[in-house]
């Protein structure tokens, strides 16, 4: 487990030093993200997706949605259980606490791992997951951070890895994947590799953008909270929910490496252009990913056991 887990991580710290050399700059930031999000996420989907065999269970379609969508629920109702516990000079500050809680990584972190883990239909069944995760980030985003109408919401989620995920969907309703041209399965192939590297250096380079606003001793309470929940908590409920639902191998695979997941880096985004606390969401973000270091490893290896599930494609 622990070889499977770090390398995700060192690709992060790589995205770390890259920063601290000036190697990336901020500048890039933009265009890196616009590329990755726009062409390379989108080729990475549908080369997982495109002829999954798992997708031809309808279940694999229509159910992992709603359970991606029902975690990061699950998680914000946890979170705003314990928000009074957590000082706050501001508003803003529980509210963004509350939202970097339910939110976990549920790309860049988890892909890799579905990969080296388990196989590429466990990967397609965590492509059509993330549609749920994704509502779930706009439509609670928007509402918890800005204070906007949820009808807002809709409009942001239907984004380019969401459309190709869509797009895919129907062309495996339409054609075999032995039907399009090799050429473009190839080009498309080699495009999508370089979505998990590049998102995991990104990672990397805004933790070390947001560094200096880690303040352990002011934010001592923030960060234990979100380990407590984040690492401690939600897992036994993500697995539970996984050994309790009538669903696919494929999916119940997901919603395990979903219950291992820090949280995600995203909201530092959100809260900065939302009016949330992007302090809060920095130390969050930190202390559930240094400690997920350690939990990650472990929360997989007892999951399986529990679950039952078996490594390998």
């Given at each position: 487990m622990l070889q499977a887990v770090a390398p995700v991580f060192l690709v992060v710290?790589?995205?770390?030093?890259m920063r601290r050399l000036t190697w990336l700059t901020e500048e890039a930031d933009a265009s890196l993200l616009r590329m990755t999000i726009n062409l390379l996420m989108p080729c990475l989907i549908v080369d997982s997706l495109l002829g999954s065999k798992a997708l031809g269970d309808a279940r694999n379609v229509w159910i992992p949605p709603l359970?991606?969508?029902?975690?990061?629920?699950?998680?914000?109702?946890?979170?705003?259980?314990?928000?009074?516990?957590?000082p706050a000079r501001q508003t803003a500050t529980r509210r963004t606490f509350v939202y970097s809680?339910?939110?976990?990584?549920?790309?860049?972190?988890?892909?890799?791992l579905a990969l080296s883990l388990f196989d590429r239909e466990t990967a397609a069944v965590l492509f059509v997951h993330n549609i749920g995760v994704e509502l779930a980030l706009w439509l609670f985003g928007l509402t918890l951070l800005a204070g906007r109408r949820l009808r807002e919401g809709w409009t942001r989620v239907f984004n380019?890895?969401?459309?190709?995920?869509?797009?895919?969907?129907?062309?495996?309703?339409?054609?075999?994947?032995?039907?399009?041209p090799a050429v473009v399965l190839g080009s498309v192939h080699w495009l999508g590799q370089c979505a998990i590297p590049m998102g995991l250096i990104l990672i990397g380079a805004v933790l070390k953008d947001h560094a200096r606003d880690f303040a352990s001793r002011q934010g001592g309470r923030v960060m234990l909270w979100a380990c407590v929940l984040r690492l401690g908590l939600l897992p036994v409920l993500f697995l539970a929910l996984a050994r309790a639902l009538p669903v696919s191998i494929e999916l119940k695979r997901v919603i395990l490496l979903q219950a291992a997941m820090p949280a995600a880096v995203f909201p530092i985004l959100m809260a900065r252009q939302y009016g949330g606390d992007a302090t809060t969401a920095v130390r969050v973000v930190v202390a559930t990913t240094v400690g997920g270091l350690v939990t990650i490893p472990l929360w997989l290896r007892l999951g399986m056991a529990w679950l039952g599930i078996s490594g390998g494609s």
């Open positions: 710290f790589a995205g770390w030093i359970v991606g969508f029902g975690t990061v629920t699950l998680g914000l109702l946890a979170a705003m259980t314990v928000q009074r516990l957590i809680v339910a939110l976990y990584n549920y790309g860049y972190v988890p892909l890799p380019p890895p969401v459309l190709a995920i869509l797009a895919t969907l129907v062309l495996n309703a339409a054609i075999r994947r032995e039907q399009v």
